[in-house]
């Protein structure tokens, strides 16, 4: 029975460990709003403080102009 393998960012690329989808791949995004179920700002709060360190360590990178998307705006109740 395989076992499940959390998806998880490696750094500095940002890339999933298990998937290689650009993190936070859709996995870690199910798995981290069944985390913070209750908790939406503190989930919110974790994703910006993640933002602002993807973003030291892929400045001047193609896609920095798109990490608001990728870590903050998905998670905003809709």
Not at 30 to 39: Q, S
């Amino acid at each position: 029975m395989p076992r499940y393998r959390p998806h998880v960012a490696a750094r500095p690329s940002w890339r999933c460990r298990v998937c290689g989808a650009a993190w936070p791949c859709s996995p870690a995004r199910l798995a981290l709003l069944g985390e913070y179920r209750e908790d939406r700002i503190g989930l919110l709060i974790y994703l910006a403080t993640l933002l602002n360190e993807a973003a030291g360590d892929v400045a001047g990178q193609a896609g920095q102009d798109r990490l608001t998307d990728r870590f903050i705006t998905w998670a905003r109740a809709r």
